[in-house]
Structure formats: C-alpha cells, structure tokens
C-alpha cells in the first residue's frame, strides 16, 4: 500500500501528464477519478474481488440475474412511464 506523500507525488505525475488536456475540458475531478481508478485501495480491491467471486458462485448455481429488458420494465413501471414497443 502507497503512503500518502507516495499517493500525493503518483497523482501529481499522473495529473502533470493530463494537464494539457484542459484545453478539451477535462476537470480536476475527471483527472482525480481517472487516477483513482487506475489506483484502486486494498478495500477497493477486496470488495470487488468479494463481488466476483459471489456473482462466479452464482453462475456456478445456474443463477443468471435480471434481464435488462427486465429491469427497464421495473424502473418505467415505478416511475409510472410507459414502455413503448
């Protein structure tokens, strides 16, 4: 696990080579979110490794989930819209 100043001084390189891309509109927080994600915490890590191995499992059980046509249904039946087609 990185220090704080090892975490400070990686995202200031990283931020120095993103830099010139203000000029395109990238902000602090897209410049911060974009390092955080190839910079992961040990809890980050844990959780989504937790989270694969539990939707591996089930599969394993046959289990697939909720279609996305399901899901939309769902969502329009409780907002109260109307699915159309």
Same mark, same amino acid.
């Given at each position: 696990?990185? =220090? @704080?100043?090892?975490? +400070?001084? =990686?995202?200031?390189?990283?931020?120095? $080579? /993103?830099?010139? &891309? %203000? !000029?395109?509109? *990238? !902000? *602090?927080? %897209? *410049?911060?979110?974009?390092?955080?994600?190839? /910079?992961?915490?040990? $809890?980050? +890590?844990? $959780? !989504?490794?937790?989270?694969?191995? %539990?939707? !591996?499992? $089930?599969?394993?059980?046959? %289990? @697939?989930? @909720? =279609?996305?046509?399901?899901? *939309?249904?769902? &969502?329009?039946?409780?907002?109260? +819209?109307?699915?159309?087609?």
């Amino acid at each position: 696990m990185m =220090s @704080t100043r090892q975490q +400070l001084e =990686s995202f200031y390189r990283f931020a120095s $080579e /993103h830099a010139g &891309l %203000e !000029s395109g509109g *990238i !902000s *602090i927080d %897209e *410049i911060y979110a974009a390092w955080r994600s190839r /910079h992961p915490q040990a $809890e980050e +890590l844990r $959780e !989504s490794l937790g989270a694969l191995g %539990e939707a !591996s499992a $089930e599969l394993d059980r046959g %289990e @697939t989930g @909720t =279609s996305a046509e399901e899901v *939309i249904a769902d &969502l329009y039946g409780r907002l109260g +819209l109307v699915v159309d087609g």
